[in-house]
Nanobody, 114 residues
C-alpha cells in the first residue's frame, strides 16, 4: 500500500505560477509511474501529466509548454511546476502512483482568479 500527500495548491492570479508536490510513503519501492490528474466542478477527472521511474514524461495537450512534471526518486516525491496559469486550470489536483494498484492523494485545490 502506498500513501500520498500533496501540497502546494492555492490561489493565484492568471499568468502566475504554482508548484505542487506529492510525497509517497509505504510500499514506495514498488512504484512505477507517478503523476497528476485534476477535476474541475461538474467535470470528469482528467490526466494532467505523468512520469515513469526512469523519467519518461507524458503531458495532456492543454498543459504542454506550461506545466513541467519532475520526480526525485530518492525523496519519493513528484512535482508539478505550473506556469502561465489560466482560469480554466482551476481544479482539485490529485497525485497518483501506480504499483500493484493505483493509489491517490487527497487532492489539493488550485484556483486561478483575479
Amino acid at each position: 500500500q502506498v500513501q500520498l500527500v500533496e501540497s502546494g495548491g492555492g490561489l493565484v492570479q492568471p499568468g502566475g505560477s504554482l508548484r505542487l508536490s506529492c510525497v509517497a510513503s509505504g510500499n514506495r519501492f514498488s512504484i512505477s509511474a507517478m503523476g497528476w490528474y485534476r477535476q474541475a466542478p461538474g467535470q470528469e477527472r482528467e490526466l494532467v501529466a505523468s512520469i515513469t521511474r526512469r523519467g519518461i514524461t507524458n503531458y495532456a495537450d492543454f498543459v504542454k509548454g506550461r506545466f513541467t512534471i519532475s520526480r526525485d526518486n530518492g525523496k519519493n516525491t513528484v512535482y508539478l511546476e505550473m506556469n502561465s496559469l489560466r482560469p480554466e486550470d482551476t481544479a482539485v489536483y490529485y497525485c497518483f502512483a501506480t504499483s500493484f494498484s493505483t493509489s491517490w492523494g487527497q487532492g489539493t485545490q488550485v484556483t486561478v482568479s483575479s
